[in-house]
């Protein structure tokens, strides 16, 4: 077989189509279905819609291929947001509330990282303690109410344009561009592969699985931190539950995306589809009027049919 | 030859728990020089390769470094003198491409702080790529290459790493033959470049073909180093084997084989296994020989059911059984497999626990369990068997290796099992509790049971079995009974092309 066409080959058939199909399907379901659906306006809407979970899908696909999960996601999310929302009110600087949500990811994410990497506890169980001690914080620090009262400059971080264009479409592609460049142009990079494919390369080589596990882990608690600050801006406010099953928006838009929970497997450009997907199905549902808790179902069937169709085409 | 070797082992001894590895080796390597190691299973072949390269510690020796003497405490030591090894486990990335994985931790840097130059590391892999004499797309993913394609990112690797001694375990076990032809070429390539090269291998024709220089380990010690031009096939056979090449062993008296117990027949897999005919008759004790990889287990996992077959038909007390591992036990069949720790035992619950496991839907036909009748059927058992336990509500955990594996017998028998399959059934078992494993295969057989044994150690197959098959590259090569059941003969049969 002549090699350029099987590099094509990796490129086209094998990862492509199950996301790529999905999301045809969906266009042009909706667009068929409710006519506000392909309109300029709302494209626009759907991509800032996407972004918070773009910024939590892009991390969550680099754990994933690390072989691990991060269940926690949302909870640091709502208690960043939070945490932000507090600092603004009290101190006044958003650049100080800014700092101290990333202080909060940063420290979540190291906690994590360390819990798993270096005492050994299962990602899975790591990450949905967290959940639990995040949302518990939460919930005390807020005594269950919302923090409001924000100034409205904030709002203007979610609903501003630059030329045209929304400010959180540009933050997420700048995230996206940044995560791309992490993944396939460092060596984090290619060690991330490694720490999913194959440890002992990694221990061959004599680069340390602990460190690396540990920054995957720091990297997903700093995006969290970010996206805190486009949620308590589309908010306009901060709420105890705000964040709550995000992870699962997550973790569903990296496997429709084609990312493999095995040997290292990913693909980001499919977690950039699996979310704009995901993104879709939730902004359908709600132009055909049907109920949050419906579309939730609506996201698991869309991960088991993305799968289904990966799975039709996998070599055997 | 008078030249200094390029690099030289002394009296190397290394000791784990319970068994000398090795004793008292010397080894010598020369630039430009194929030096074969071969010997059997458990020789020591691969702990003197990890003494070289680092890996394990000698706990006595020393290295010499063009005359000079030096140590090798660690894997970077040896990498300092250009020693690269590849492993039968290859240490490949699937889902990076074929130059990242052959710069894996020495990246090139690129112009932009932290970032790399994946041209120049593209470039980089392609010219060493090239000396190889290999020519594909260095942008491929490594998954999607065959093992062969994989052994030569491994050797590509290792060049990189400006290796002047490459080590290599098995290289072609897992290659087809033109495949190994090629990897010759590369090999006899390297050797005009001056590297040194070692190399085991368990393939008798290859040795002669490629080496230079034979060195052959029996129980860790040297047992000789020699050039093909001095030796045969069959001299080198008895020095592995460490015994006249005619010598016998008295099995156990044992009654006229009865009924057939298991047939196969034309049986072939997608594991590899390509027209496995065999038999096994009740009152019997059959061997399945062959090396580490020849396809042994695969056969086993065949005829229990646990793999797809392609083609062939399997009879067990002549009636054709369906292919799944429910029937298969249905039907009186066991497998014992070879790692009872993780497949046959659940090592935190009780021996009792464990012996009925196999055996509830009989035991408890209503569905509910009875820890009464469970402890009465599991004491039967331990005294049928001898298991020394307390109690029978001790954690399985807590038994001798000869112990646990008489509990996952026991679990079997408890189920009805007629027909029996043990792979490596002594490993991990000290000498005096493995003749308490014989003395039960024996017993089992007695009782009418047949008995399907795939051991590594050709003396076991020798002294235990009645009849043996010898396996090479997942087909059968021969059947050996009563004279002809030699170590010898095993191992020529298990090595030869």
């Known amino acids: ?316 | 030859m008078t030249a200094v070797p390029l690099f030289e082992l002394r009296g190397i001894s290394k000791g784990f728990p319970g068994i000398k590895a090795l004793d008292d080796v010397s080894f010598e390597l020369r630039a430009g020089e194929v030096h074969m190691l071969v010997g059997e299973n458990g020789a020591g072949k691969s702990t003197l390769m990890k003494v070289l390269c680092g890996a394990y510690r000698a706990d006595r020796g020393s290295f010499f470094h063009n005359g000079k003497p030096v140590t090798i405490n660690d894997p970077a030591a040896a990498r300092k003198f250009g020693i690269a090894v590849i492993f039968q486990d290859f240490t490949l990335v699937p889902y990076l491409d074929i130059a990242q994985n052959i710069f894996l931790g020495r990246e090139l840097s690129g112009r932009l702080p932290g970032l790399i130059d994946r041209r120049r590391i593209h470039a980089e892999a392609k010219r060493v790529l090239e000396m190889i004499g290999f020519d594909i797309d260095t942008r491929i993913l490594v998954h999607r290459l065959g093992v062969a394609q994989q052994q030569m990112v491994e050797i590509a690797k290792a060049l990189s790493q400006d290796a002047r001694i490459l080590i290599m375990d098995e290289p072609t076990a897992a290659l087809s033959d033109r495949e190994t032809e090629r990897l010759f070429a590369i090999v006899t390539r390297l050797k005009k470049n001056g590297v040194a090269i070692t190399y085991i291998s368990h393939r008798l024709s290859e040795v002669f073909a490629m080496g230079d220089r034979i060195t052959v380990l029996r129980d860790g010690r040297k047992i000789a180093s020699v050039l093909p031009a001095e030796t045969t096939p069959d001299r080198l056979v008895t020095l592995m084997v460490g015994r006249p090449v005619d010598s016998t062993y008295t099995r156990p008296s044992r009654p006229a084989p009865g009924d057939m117990a298991l047939e196969v027949k034309n049986l072939s897999g997608p594991s590899g296994l390509a027209d496995i005919n065999l038999n096994v008759r009740a009152g019997e004790i059959v061997g399945l020989s062959g090396l580490v990889g020849s396809g042994r287990t695969e056969v086993a996992r065949a005829i229990f059911g646990a793999d797809p077959i392609s083609a062939g038909e399997i009879r067990l007390f002549g009636q054709l059984i369906d292919g799944s591992t429910e029937d298969s036990v249905r039907r009186g069949m066991a497998l014992i497999p070879e790692n009872r720790k993780t497949q046959g035992l659940a090592l935190a619950r009780s021996v009792a626990d464990n012996i009925v496991l196999a055996g509830l839907g009989r035991l408890f036909p209503s569905g509910i369990y009875i820890p009464a009748r469970a402890i009465k059927a599991a004491r039967a058992i331990i005294e049928k068997l001898r298991i020394t336990t307390p109690t029978p509500r001790r954690p399985v955990a807590t038994l001798s290796g000869g112990n646990q594996q008489k509990v996952v017998v026991g679990k079997w028998l408890n189920a009805d099992a007629r027909f029996f399959i043990f792979d490596e059934p002594t490993r991990g078992i000290d000498v005096g509790a493995k003749a308490e494993i014989f003395r039960l295969l024996d017993g089992l057989v007695h009782n009418g049971a047949a008995v399907l044994m795939i051991s590594s150690e050709q003396i076991e197959i020798v002294r235990i079995c009645d009849r043996a098959y010898v396996m090479r590259d997942k087909r059968i090569v021969g059947e050996l009974s009563r004279d002809d059941l030699t170590e010898a003969n095993i191992v020529r049969l298990g090595t030869q092309q």
């Open chain 1, 1 to 316: 077989m002549n090699a350029r066409s099987l590099a094509l080959q990796t490129m086209s058939i094998a990862r492509v189509p199950g996301v790529a199909i999905v999301l045809v399907v969906l266009c042009a379901t909706f667009g068929l279905t409710s006519p506000g659906f392909a309109t300029p306006a709302n494209i626009a809407n759907i991509l800032t819609q996407s972004t918070i979970l773009l910024l939590l899908a892009l991390p969550m696909t680099v754990i994933i291929m690390t072989e691990g999960l991060d269940l926690s996601m949302g909870a640091v999310l709502t208690f960043a947001s939070i945490v932000f929302a507090v600092t603004v009110l009290t101190t006044g600087s958003p650049v100080l509330a800014f700092l101290a949500a990333l202080t909060v990811g940063f420290c979540f994410g190291l906690w994590n990282g360390v819990l798993i990497a270096v005492l050994d506890i299962p990602p899975f169980i790591t990450t949905l303690g967290t959940l639990g001690i995040a949302q518990g914080l939460s919930l005390l620090v807020t005594d269950g109410q919302s923090v409001v009262g924000i100034p409205h400059s904030i709002q203007s971080i979610y609903s501003g344009t630059v030329a045209g264009i929304p400010l959180p479409v540009i933050i997420a592609a700048l995230a996206y561009c940044g995560t791309h460049t992490l993944l396939y142009h460092t060596r984090f990079g290619t060690y991330v592969f490694a720490l999913g494919g194959n440890r002992e390369a990694l221990k061959v080589a004599g680069i340390s699985v602990r460190g690396l596990l540990i920054r995957t882990y720091v990297f997903g608690g700093l995006m969290v931190g970010f996206a805190a600050l486009l949620m308590t801006a589309r908010l306009n406010s901060a709420h105890p539950t705000a964040g709550i099953g995000m992870e699962f928006d997550a973790i569903a838009a990296v496997a429709v995306g084609g990312t493999s929970f095995e040997r290292g497997n990913g693909w980001l450009l499919g977690t950039l589809l699996g979310v704009i997907a995901v993104g879709v199905l939730r902004n359908g549902l709600n132009l055909l009027a049907v109920q949050s808790s419906a579309q939730v179902a609506c996201i698991g069937a869309l991960v088991i049919i993305a799968l289904f169709i990966d799975g039709l085409r996998a070599e055997p």
